[in-house]
């Protein structure tokens, strides 16, 4: 397990192919993507309703059904990222395992079935991580300074998040 005061494998210098795993509270995302040019071409996306929150008892301990769940959701990303070299994949778990008491056993099972390190995000990582992806992704309206307005609302964890941004 990697949290996010460690640093990370370091990738190789031009990487050919790169990959993200999101371990939500509700859904696991896989995007993978070649380096074109400099630019990221999305080659697979995967995503599976693991429902790890639901999984969450009394004592903040997931249950055996909800780690079973994610560890058969990771078994067949893993499939999909195992190969890849140290550095080019980077899994994130967010608020569900900042909550869960015993996310250690499950991170340690992710980690072998991935093979490459998860990392958990605190909340204000995750934000910024959402942040990032929405406003690289979304082409979004012109405002009247003729800069792009991007709005994202993710309703995930319990919570409500807004990124905003104006390039």
């Known amino acids: 397990m990697v949290d996010s005061q460690h640093s990370l494998p370091l990738p190789p210098a031009d990487p050919e192919v790169v990959a993200a795993?999101?371990?939500?509270?509700?859904?696991?995302?896989?995007?993978v993507a070649?380096?074109?040019?400099?630019?990221?071409?999305?080659?697979?996306?995967?995503?599976?309703?693991?429902?790890?929150?639901?999984?969450?008892?009394?004592?903040?301990?997931?249950?055996?059904?909800?780690?079973?769940?994610?560890?058969?959701?990771l078994g067949r990303f893993g499939e999909r990222v195992r190969s890849f070299p140290p550095g080019t994949v980077r899994v994130v778990g967010t608020n569900t395992l900042r909550q869960a008491r015993n996310a250690l056993d499950l991170l340690e099972a992710a980690q072998r079935s991935l093979g490459h390190p998860v990392e958990i995000v605190s909340g204000l990582e995750e934000a910024r991580l959402i942040y990032l992806g929405v406003s690289r992704s979304l082409a979004g309206g012109r405002t009247a300074s003729g800069g792009r307005h991007r709005r994202r609302v993710d309703g995930a964890d319990h919570w409500r998040r807004l990124a905003a941004a104006r390039s």
């Not at 795993?21 to 995007?31: E, P």
């Open 21 to 31: 795993a999101d371990l939500g509270s509700n859904s696991f995302h896989l995007v």
């Open 34 to 73: 070649e380096v074109r040019g400099g630019q990221l071409v999305f080659v697979d996306r995967q995503k599976e309703f693991v429902r790890l929150a639901a999984g969450l008892d009394e004592r903040k301990r997931l249950t055996p059904e909800a780690t079973a769940r994610a560890l058969d959701c």
